[in-house]
């Protein structure tokens, strides 16, 4: 049933939906099809459609009346739920400056291009002010939270994006990852190596568009509600209910990753595509945080984009298209695909090693936000973690520390709930085998099983559950990373025929 807001509220959400459409029109298309050289321009609309719509929402009179709304609503309905997490939201807000949050917005703009600058040239020096800037701003943003007590930035850095965690969770979280993996992963590593070489013959980008259309298809995407287009750094973004973009990126001698980044991302699409429509415009109608966004995303990338099940259907289109892989075997094939080796991008990283990447990211962040970060020495750092949990060393900061858009946003704290999303999407992959047979409905390209099967245990609640407790109440058990591990450990164990040493 659509939710009934009084006129004043049912205005305010409108006009926010119109604002927010205005804003995410604008910075998709800036990061997909527009001329570099408009980007200040752009920037500084950006910043000011941002500060209109944080003065309506932090409008005093606005407040006192969603606050005295919220206090009338009946003490179940769904309205009053929906009126009470904007009132949480508008808590954290309430307090920052107009000013400095215009500043802010500012400098997060800034400080984007800035590192797309940096990164072209492999240059941290260039970036580095903007990121101390940035970062510096985002800490100083969080200190006008009421739930602000002068110790716990990450805390509320990582409740911001999957809402309840904070930093001594994701500590026990971590320290599962390091001691079942990291022994493991030396074993991987030892046994003998998956011969990749032909996933990286050169397919232009034309051919690889034609097929990510095929995947479309197989995904049964509908091209009336979900736009694909190119971008730098693969994302998506939610316009409205019927609206979602994504992106993916072709690169040449890497067919697999624009492969994966489209099925990644399409599963971030579905959480807005399969969300209530009732719930359009309000705040329930997008996940909780970006962890609850990354569960889907890692589970359709991992557990369905990675399978057997999955290429056995599109193996003969495949040969079609790309005639380059004529002799490998669709067993070689999936080999190749989950091969796992110490990589130096995340973005590119194996399933396996990708828990690592996060894990050092989780370490430099906890720094950031605690304020002992060494700015000057922060490329070493990245190395010497690099060296320390996969053996390897970034030989400059394009394939080190700038590889990754995240903190150029003042995005800290997001990072680690790729690897939480992980452990959540192998717990609910567990307990979807448990009702049907997932390979079979994927060999048979009938992938709407496994769609609707999210929609309806999953992305139907938009935000009105946290994915933990979405997650344990799917599963019927308590939240545990060891699902997680030991879904990695029994995988790898057998594509490296460990079980035979
Ligand atoms: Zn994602």
Do not use: C
């Not at 999953?458 to 308590?478: C, L, N, W």
Request: charged fraction near 25%; aromatic fraction near 12%; charge should be negative.
């Amino acid at each position: 049933m659509p939710l009934h807001f009084e006129p004043f509220y049912q205005n305010l959400i409108d006009t926010l939906a119109a604002y927010h459409l205005a804003y995410s029109t604008m910075a998709t298309d800036q990061l997909t099809i527009a001329p570099k050289k408009g980007a200040p321009r752009v920037n500084q609309a950006l910043a000011l459609l941002a500060r209109a719509a944080f003065e309506i929402e932090n409008d005093p009179e606005n407040i006192a009346k969603i606050r005295d709304y919220a206090q009338r609503l009946p003490q179940s309905s769904l309205e009053k739920q929906e009126v009470e997490l904007r009132l949480r939201q508008i808590d954290d807000q309430e307090a920052i400056p107009a000013d400095f949050y215009q500043e802010l917005i500012q400098t997060r703009a800034d400080s984007g291009v800035a590192w797309h600058e940096a990164k072209e040239q492999a240059n941290y020096k260039l970036f580095q002010p903007h990121l101390e800037k940035v970062i510096a701003n985002t800490l100083k943003a969080q200190t006008y939270s009421p739930r602000y007590n002068g110790t716990n930035s990450y805390d509320l850095a990582l409740d911001a994006y999957e809402a309840g965690m904070d930093q001594k969770q994701y500590d026990e979280f971590f320290a599962v990852i390091k001691e079942e993996l990291i022994p493991f992963i030396a074993k991987v590593q030892a046994a003998q190596p998956i011969d990749t070489t032909k996933m990286n013959q050169v397919i232009d980008a034309e051919r690889q568009a034609k097929f990510a259309q095929i995947v479309m298809d197989y995904l049964q995407a509908d091209p009336e509600r979900v736009y694909l287009s190119t971008t730098e750094h693969p994302f998506t973004e939610f316009f409205s209910n019927n609206d979602v973009r994504i992106t993916t990126r072709y690169i040449e001698d890497n067919f697999l990753g624009g492969i994966l980044s489209i099925v990644h991302e399409y599963g971030h699409a579905l959480y807005s595509l399969n969300a209530n429509p009732d719930y359009d415009k309000t705040m329930f109608i997008d996940a909780i945080g970006s962890g609850a966004h990354e569960t889907q995303s890692r589970f359709l990338e991992n557990h369905i984009g990675r399978s057997k099940a999955f290429w056995s259907y599109l193996y003969p289109t495949l040969i079609e298209h790309f005639p380059e892989f004529k002799d490998t075997s669709l067993d070689e094939l999936i080999a190749m695909i989950n091969a796992s080796s110490a990589s130096l991008i995340r973005t590119e990283a194996d399933e396996l090693t990708y828990p690592l990447h996060i894990l050092i990211r989780y370490e430099i962040e906890k720094q950031m936000a605690n304020g002992t970060l060494d700015y000057d020495h922060l490329p070493q750092l990245w190395a010497d973690l690099y060296e320390q949990y996969l053996g390897i060393r970034p030989s400059n900061d394009q394939e080190g520390v700038l590889q990754d858009i995240h903190w150029s946003d003042g995005g800290i704290g997001y990072f680690p709930t790729y690897a939480l999303g992980s452990a959540y999407a192998a717990q609910l992959y567990e307990a979807m085998e448990k009702e049907f047979d997932v390979d079979q409905a994927l060999e048979n390209g009938h992938i709407e099983k496994v769609v609707n099967w999210l929609k309806e245990n999953v992305q139907q609640y938009g935000a009105q559950k946290t994915m933990r407790q979405i997650v344990e109440e799917v599963s019927h058990k308590p939240f545990d990373p060891h699902v997680y591990t030991n879904y990695l450990k029994n995988k790898y164990t057998k594509l490296y025929h460990l079980e035979e040493q």
